[in-house]
């Protein structure tokens, strides 16, 4: 329901209200002379307002992530968006069709399987990021009116369900490439090694839990993880324990990556290529490092009700999550592809 019909008042405070059914003109009839100050930020949206309430007068905490026109608040990180959706969209795929159309023998061996799992995860990464930024565009100067709507929509549960596979597979991948790695170079008579049954394994039972993570905030009728802000993220932009959680055990778990590939470099004896693995392995963890330290450090501070400032939020949501996506494809197989290039001097002939 709207205000009364005519109905004027010095000062309104509906802080800590909850109110679901926003609608244009809300405050139709109503007249604040001081000011109004709210819990939700759509309420002091002019598209919500009405002529006799200035926005000025209105008073509410920003958004994580939308403003009253769009659902990502800026156009710099509505480009970010449109920008590394694409080049991980692209990237990924450029592996993918490498990998099944012209280096198919890789499939055999267990890094090559799990560097193609890698690249379907992070592939599903670009295709959350352009849904984003495709409903975004839809929603253009009219998102507040929207907002509700959409967030529990069946489009922003898949959504949510596409970032949070994504995220949880490309770890969990990323994790099984060290410890092969590892193997091979610690082992490199193959004494320890994955099998053929278990790396199928391994790839299958990444894809179980990454797809059984995914869902449970769709059927937790409780959490309503996805629908808590507008990309549709399990992020912990609140305080929340449950939204943090899942992010620490990701930071844990990276740490623990960083310091056994840190292991393979201290024999400086074995071959070339094992030293430019270890190298690209200390690359690797140090990249997702950084993507991932981020998070784990706003989960901690986050349990103890630590508050940071919307752009905190933002920037990790739509740039260092994501980025890492981008970057893998770089990291593991464009330079195959080069030296594959190169070995069969393919390259070489095409430059002449």
């Not at 929340?240 to 899942?246: C, E, Q, R």
Request: positive net charge; charged residues 15%.
């Amino acid at each position: 329901m709207g205000m009364p019909k005519y109905f004027a008042l010095e000062s309104l405070y509906i802080e800590n209200v909850t109110i679901t059914n926003i609608e244009e003109n809300f405050f139709r009839g109503l007249t604040i002379k001081s000011e109004l100050r709210a819990s939700d930020y759509k309420l002091c949206c002019p598209q919500i307002l009405n002529p006799n309430i200035s926005a000025d007068k209105c008073h509410a905490p920003a958004d994580v992530i939308s403003s009253c026109k769009h659902l990502v608040g800026d156009i710099v990180k509505r480009i970010t968006i449109w920008t590394v959706g694409l080049i991980t969209l692209v990237g990924n795929g450029t592996v993918l069709v490498y990998r099944i159309g012209w280096n198919r023998e890789i499939f055999k061996k267990a890094y090559g399987l799990f560097v193609s799992g890698l690249a379907v995860s992070d592939f599903i990464m670009g295709i959350y990021l352009l849904l984003i930024a495709a409903v975004d565009i839809h929603y253009e100067d009219i998102y507040v009116l929207e907002d509700v709507k959409w967030r529990h929509s069946v489009l922003c549960q898949f959504a949510g369900f596409l970032s949070t596979i994504s995220s949880e597979t490309s770890t969990f991948f990323i994790c099984l490439i060290t410890i092969d790695r590892f193997l091979k170079i610690t082992f490199p008579f193959g004494q320890y090694r994955f099998t053929k049954t278990g790396k199928i394994f391994s790839f299958t039972l990444v894809w179980f839990f990454g797809f059984l993570l995914a869902l449970i905030p769709i059927t937790s009728t409780e959490w309503n993880i996805y629908s808590s802000n507008g990309l549709c993220l399990a992020l912990p932009l609140g305080s929340s324990k449950h939204d943090a959680f899942g992010q620490i055990v990701i930071f844990v778990n990276i740490v623990l990556l960083r310091k056994s590939t840190a292991n393979l470099r201290i024999n400086i004896k074995r071959k070339q290529d094992d030293l430019n693995i270890a190298k690209k392995l200390a690359f690797v963890a140090l990249t997702d490092f950084m993507c991932w330290f981020p998070v784990g450090i706003l989960g901690f501070l986050s349990l103890n009700g630590h508050i940071f400032d919307r752009e905190v939020y933002a920037w990790i949501a739509v740039f260092v999550m994501p980025v890492n996506s981008a970057l893998n494809p770089i990291i593991y197989t464009i330079p195959a592809i080069y030296q594959n290039c190169i070995s069969q001097n393919v390259c070489l002939r095409r430059r002449t």
